[in-house]
């Protein structure tokens, strides 16, 4: 089967009237765009990237670009898990730049990543966010088909994210292990070989006064349970790095939910609903 190289590219604006307006959209297979919601109660466009194929293959090439301008709110979210398909020789690959202008917000919300036995995907993720913008992302991982019996059976996964807020690089993470590591490291929080992962990194907009510990830091400290872990780390003022580890995909959906709910206390974009559309 012909490998896809397959590119997205986005532009959000605010317009006069006070909406968010798409200004540039471009896409190639695997990527489909649907129509974009205006949500007018929380000013946030929504857009759902669908893939219309099986899945991500042996060789395929994804490049996405996103951009927010200022004073534009923007969620880019999906409707369904990305699916990395069996490999019988080479990886799959994603390239994803996200920039957010002074005062804008981008909210990129996934469905979780799901890797078949023996596949191979490399992601890497390049922010950069403008003093005074706000930005939520989120990786979501779960253990791999349960329903067919494959459990942590990919060969290799790398994700790679690097963030800059106000052109200085903050942040410089790198996940990179196969299935059995990541197996070993669910066993050792005690929630057992089902358990499901989530990075998430927030920076918070100027529109907030900083503060040695914001409101929804405490009730984070609520959301770790018998089900879900959950912990906030500040990098920088403003800048968090948020993690999330549920005892199967249930469990870190609601705790995902959960997660938004409470941040949206003091960002109130994080009220608009994913799945309204």
């Known amino acids: 089967m012909t490998a896809l190289d397959g590119h997205l590219d986005l532009r959000a604006e605010l317009r006069v009237h006070g909406q968010t307006v798409l200004?540039?959209?471009?896409?190639t297979v695997p990527f489909h765009l649907s129509k974009p919601y205006w949500d007018p109660d929380h000013g946030v466009l929504i857009v759902q990237v669908a893939n219309p194929t099986a899945g991500i293959l042996a060789g395929d090439r994804l490049t996405s670009r996103i951009e927010v301008a200022s004073g534009a709110?923007?969620?880019?979210?999906?409707?369904?898990?990305?699916?990395?398909?069996?490999?019988?020789?080479?990886e799959a690959s994603a390239e994803q730049s996200f920039h957010v202008e002074a005062e804008g917000w981008l909210e990129v919300m996934p469905e979780p990543l799901v890797l078949h036995?023996?596949?191979?995907?490399?992601?890497?993720?390049?922010?950069?966010?403008?003093s005074g913008g706000g930005l939520f992302f989120a990786d979501q991982l779960v253990p791999g088909r349960v329903g067919h019996g494959e459990i942590w059976a990919w060969d290799?996964?790398?994700?790679?994210?690097?963030?800059?807020?106000?052109?200085?690089?903050?942040?410089?993470?790198?996940?990179?292990?196969?299935?059995?590591?990541?197996?070993?490291?669910?066993r050792s929080v005690g929630f057992g070989e089902m358990a499901a992962f989530a990075n998430a990194v927030l920076v918070e907009p100027s529109s907030l006064t900083p503060s040695e510990s914001p409101s929804w830091r405490d009730e984070i400290r609520l959301l770790h349970q018998n089900n879900l872990w959950c912990g906030a780390s500040e990098i920088t003022p403003g800048v968090w790095s948020l993690r999330l580890i549920g005892r199967d995909g249930v469990a870190l959906?609601?705790?995902?939910?959960?997660?938004?709910?409470?941040?949206?206390?003091?960002?109130?974009a994080l009220r608009c609903d994913l799945r309204k559309l």
């Open 156 to 186: 290799e996964l790398a994700l790679d994210l690097r963030l800059k807020v106000d052109g200085k690089l903050t942040l410089v993470e790198h996940v990179g292990q196969n299935g059995s590591e990541l197996q070993a490291l669910a």
């Open 23 to 27: 200004v540039r959209q471009g896409f």
């Open 253 to 268: 959906r609601h705790g995902m939910t959960a997660l938004r709910r409470v941040l949206a206390i003091t960002m109130s």
């Open 73 to 90: 709110k923007l969620c880019v979210t999906t409707p369904s898990a990305s699916r990395v398909f069996r490999m019988n020789s080479g």
């Open 117 to 130: 036995r023996h596949s191979r995907y490399r992601q890497s993720t390049s922010v950069n966010v403008a």
